[in-house]
């Protein structure tokens, strides 16, 4: 798996089977470029948004937001997941993240 876009040191983009995948993982692209191979060992999370639009705009979200905040909201929604034991749509990722930074900053 190559690297497609460097986010930050620790967030990166990937395309396989024609599908951009946004991969995080700390340090995962510290000294990195696009074209070099992923660091497998890395990877911390995969997130797979189906909507174009979707992955464009959770991207540009982890440019603004602090990593800390991307994993205390993945481990929120991963608690809600088995809590409920339902597949949660993809959307929160985008929208309870920006709220967790938004009430933070406040």
Avoid: C
Wanted: aromatic letters at 8%; hydrophobic letters at 40%.
């Amino acid at each position: 798996m190559k690297i497609a876009k460097v986010i930050n040191n620790n967030v990166i983009s990937v395309i396989q089977d024609d599908q951009e995948l946004v991969i995080m993982g700390r340090g995962i692209a510290f000294k990195k470029r696009p074209g070099d191979e992923v660091d497998e060992d890395r990877i911390e999370k995969i997130f797979k948004l189906e909507n174009q639009d979707m992955a464009s705009k959770f991207k540009s979200l982890l440019y603004e937001v602090p990593m800390e905040y991307v994993k205390v909201t993945e481990e929120m929604i991963q608690y809600a997941k088995n809590k409920l034991g339902k597949k949660l749509n993809d959307i929160i990722y985008i929208s309870l993240t920006d709220h967790i930074n938004f009430a933070i900053e406040r």
